[in-house]
């Protein structure tokens, strides 16, 4: 299956999931699809950038690469896409950011009782998603498995947003501390999405797991490459201001390396403990991480983890092309600029 015709096939199966709205309702099901991309402000029919589609996308590639079918896995796939989009919604709201994908975020629009509830209505119909995995062939001992898997991972995605709030405006954080948060809010679902898709592609258990680990690994490059980008990012590129993360006084990891090794650790610190950074305090603050050399050292730190996920992936044996496929979106993932 074609890049394009997998973006093409993940987006059938997430509409497959959405009810027939009753006229009442329907607007509520237009504000998800706005979300998505399928529609405007005005909740027009339309079609904008539904972002990089890395998770599904990791699930079609593990189940080929095991030998499954990944038509099998394309319920499974939609549901892993409106999980995470789901969570993006709320995460606007817990952030109070305005932007996601460059298009204001649902609760700007309408509010931040009807963003909660439109991120609980698409939660629900990820699931409605998953449960479209009884219309395929496989047995039911698996889609129950894959279930389990499933709503362990949303409990872990959980835990890492609670100590991602927990964390705010604490200076003392140290890396293992923000390990624990990135493996738990990113890495788990991107960990799920190769695994879970080779659960479906029939892989044995060892095999399951190195595609796991190859996930883990993964999203924990994609992390610590996106605190990069969120400080040092090109704005025409990222569509983020410039050392946007800074501003928001983000405890990312380059943050929490010169927090740890810059003998300016204390102005940095005094500089966080403000209410707000203004641009003489991002200025400041960026001289410090450069002088620490905390922008090497995160990017140091992810090819680290990119070696862990190749290394993963070299443990699988199966379908070649997939394979290959896995490792190239892996590979475009370091360094990139967006």
């Known amino acids: 299956m074609k890049h394009a015709d997998e973006r093409t096939a993940i987006e059938a199966a997430m509409r497959a999931a959405f009810p027939e709205a009753d006229e009442r309702v329907a607007r509520f099901y237009a504000m998800q699809e706005y979300h998505l991309g399928w529609r405007d402000e005005d909740l027009h029919p339309a079609s904008f950038d539904p972002g990089k589609l890395l998770r599904p996308r990791l699930c079609l590639l593990s189940c080929r690469a095991v030998g499954g079918d990944p038509r099998n896995a394309l319920p499974l796939a939609a549901a892993i896409q409106l999980l995470h989009d789901f969570s ?3 995460d606007d709201i817990q952030d109070q950011s305005d932007t996601r994908r460059g298009r204001p ?5 309408w509010g931040l009782a009807q963003g909660i509830n439109t991120g609980d209505g698409m939660f629900t119909i990820a699931h409605l998603a998953l449960h479209r995995l009884a219309l395929t062939s496989l047995p039911a001992a698996t889609i129950l498995d ?3 898997r499933f709503d362990e991972t949303i409990l872990t995605i959980c835990e ?3 100590l991602d709030l927990s964390y705010e405006g604490n200076l003392q954080i140290d890396e293992g501390a ?5 493996e738990r809010k990113t890495a788990a679902l991107i960990a799920a999405s190769a695994e879970l898709g080779a659960l479906v592609g029939g892989a044995d258990e060892e095999t399951t797991q190195a595609l796991f680990d190859f996930g883990r690994a993964l999203g924990l490059a994609f992390q610590i490459e996106d605190d990069v980008l969120g400080i040092w990012g090109d704005p025409a590129v990222t569509g983020k201001p410039f050392a946007a993360d800074l501003y928001r006084r983000k405890l990312s990891l380059p943050v929490i390396h010169a927090l740890t090794t810059s003998p300016d650790k204390a102005f940095l610190m005094s500089l966080y403990a403000q209410p707000a950074l203004d641009s003489d305090s991002v200025r400041q603050a960026l001289a410090i991480l450069d002088a620490a050399g905390s922008r090497v050292y995160a ?3 992810t090819a680290a983890y990119h070696g862990e996920a190749f290394a993963a992936l070299d443990r699988v044996q199966g379908d070649a092309t997939a394979l290959e496929e896995l490792r190239a979106i892996a590979t475009n993932l370091l360094g990139r600029r967006a």
């Open 88 to 90: 993006l919604v709320h």
């Open 146 to 148: 894959v279930l389990r």
């Open 178 to 182: 923000y390990l624990a948060m990135i």
């Open 299 to 301: 990017e140091t730190t």
């Open 105 to 109: 975020t649902v609760w700007k629009l």
């Open 160 to 162: 890492g947003q609670f």
